[in-house]
T-cell receptor, first 115, second 113 residues
Framework: DAGVIQSPRHEVTEMGQEVTLRCKPISGHNSLFWYRQTMMRGLELLIYFNNNVPIDDSGMPEDRFSAKMPNASFSTLKIQPSEPRDSAVYFCASSFVPPPWSTQYFGPGTRLLVL | GENVEQHPSTLSVQEGDSAVIKCTYS??????FPWYKQELGKRPQLIIDIRSNVGEKKDQRIAVTLNKTAKHFSLHITETQPEDSAVYFCAASFSSGNEKLTFGTGTRLTIIP
């Protein structure tokens, strides 16, 4: 299994530009999570989906952030317009529910720098 | 919501000694407690987890203990090696079909050769 796949691995953009991050979960997994990691705030859950449906988006910082999961094998996280404070590593993770207590497997992350 | 506190934030130990990292959680309904290891520039990876119906779990040099009454759990690494140097995160969740994990702030462990 290839594991969770994320693209791009690195993204450098200018303030105000739209940024789209992509994630392919592990085949057969039905839960998908988007996290943001910074030195200041650690690992934060932004949003998670179960069976392609958004379950909890309380971690999405503001309306500039949006996420979609059109099918079981693909999800996007979009930032429009981007700001320098969005610079972070964005991780996607997936798991299979049920049974409960399922392990979350992380992708390699996308390192985003907004200038 | 759940709140997880993790201590210490940094820890240095001599190679061969033991390391202990502690976490406390706020939601008494939490019943799943994984530990992740993150090496520099890499993704977090699960190293061990414990369910609320178990008090201790061991996997070679790594062990986790859980005290539900006190709402805290700990990671123990024995006979530390240089490759144990990394950031370690604890997490907690209440699994009822809701897989949301709340992470601690991380502990940077450095093994001194």
């Amino acid at each position: 299994d290839a594991g969770v796949i994320q693209s791009p691995r690195h993204e450098v953009t200018e303030m105000g530009q739209e940024v789209t991050l992509r994630c392919k979960p592990i085949s057969g997994h039905n839960s998908l999570f988007w996290y943001r990691q910074t030195m200041m705030r650690g690992l934060e859950l932004l949003i998670y989906f179960n069976n392609n449906v958004p379950i909890d988006d309380s971690g999405m910082p503001e309306d500039r952030f949006s996420a979609k999961m059109p099918n079981a094998s693909f999800s996007t996280l979009k930032i429009q317009p981007s700001e320098p404070r969005d610079s972070a590593v964005y991780f996607c993770a997936s798991s299979f529910v049920p049974p409960p207590w399922s392990t979350q497997y992380f992708g390699p992350g996308t390192r985003l720098l907004v200038l | 919501g759940e709140n997880v506190e993790q201590h210490p934030s940094t820890l240095s130990v001599q190679e061969g000694d033991s390391a202990v990292i502690k976490c406390t959680y706020s939601d008494s309904a939490s019943n799943y407690f994984p530990w992740y290891k993150q090496e520099l520039g890499k993704r977090p990876q699960l190293i061990i987890d414990i369910r609320s119906n178990v008090g201790e779990k061991k996997d070679q040099r790594i062990a986790v203990t859980l005290n539900k009454t006190a709402k805290h759990f700990s990671l123990h690494i024995t006979e530390t090696q240089p490759e144990d140097s990394a950031v370690y995160f604890c997490a907690a969740s209440f699994s009822s079909g809701n897989e949301k994990l709340t992470f601690g702030t991380g502990t940077r462990l450095t093994i001194i050769p």
